[in-house]
């Protein structure tokens, strides 16, 4: 079946970059959303599409994709990007999550 | 501004149907182009889409859980709802709703805060 893989952690420098990737068959014709989720909180919404922000996410955020892989990019890490991120796309009449990337800021 | 909210029983018993509604304020959930969702996460896990409806009545639901979920809509009340039944532990979940947008590209763009749904006897 298909799905979205996502590496479980990563860290990051305070006000480096970093980036945070998903691979998956459906990625090939379909753009990634991505979810930024602290503890206790709902997703929210970071990045969509080819490469669109919603109102209010700042613009170190940005994403890319090639192939099968879609990339979160935080330029300049802030300590309150600390959280969760989850990446996702529609798989024919489906829809998938990636399993999730714990983002620390050093 | 769109909200949405969850609301439903806490605490569902094994074997019975858990049953949740969404209530959709500042918008309407009879606009076209947009799917009424429902996510869940079990605690400490990840993100499990369960299924979608839009105002038409067209859903579409996650193959594992297809047999169990039915997701309907009222758009006399602006609300959605979630139904799974013959439920388990593992349906111990935070249930979210969402909205669905599908344009050039395809995402959820209004969440609910989530509600903890416990099974348990």
């Known amino acids: 079946s298909s799905e979205l893989t996502q590496d479980p952690a990563v860290s990051v420098a305070l006000g480096q970059t970093v980036r945070i990737t998903c691979q998956g068959d459906?990625?090939?014709?379909?753009?990634a959303s991505w979810y930024q989720q602290k503890p206790g909180q709902a997703p929210v919404l970071v990045v969509y599409?080819?490469?669109n922000r919603p109102s209010g996410i700042p613009d170190r955020f940005s994403g890319s994709s090639s192939g099968n892989t879609a990339s979160l990019t935080i330029t300049g890490a802030q300590a309150e990007d600390e959280a969760d991120y989850y990446c996702?796309?529609?798989?024919?009449?489906?829809?998938?999550f990636g399993g999730g990337t714990k983002l620390t800021v050093l | 501004q769109v909200q949405l909210q969850e609301s439903g029983p806490g605490l569902v018993k094994p074997s019975q149907t858990l049953s949740l509604t969404c209530t959709v304020s500042?918008?309407?959930?009879?606009?076209?182009?947009?799917?009424w969702s429902w996510i869940r996460q079990h605690p400490g896990k990840g993100l499990e889409w369960i299924g979608y409806?839009?105002?038409?009545?067209?859903?579409y639901y996650n193959p594992s859980l297809k047999s169990r979920v039915t997701i309907s809509v009222d758009t006399s009340k602006n609300q959605f709802s979630l139904k799974l039944n013959s439920v388990t532990a593992a349906d111990t979940a935070v249930y979210y709703c969402?909205?669905?947008?599908?344009?050039?590209?395809?995402?959820?763009?209004?969440w609910g805060q989530g509600t903890l749904v416990t099974v348990s006897s």
């Open positions: 969402a909205r669905w947008i599908v344009t050039t590209s395809a995402f959820f763009d209004y």
């Open positions: 500042g918008g309407s959930i009879s606009s076209g182009g947009y799917y």
């Open positions: 409806i839009n105002y038409s009545g067209s859903t």
């Open positions: 459906s990625l090939k014709s379909h753009y």
């Open positions: 599409g080819k490469n």
């Open positions: 996702n796309s529609r798989d024919s009449s489906a829809n998938l």
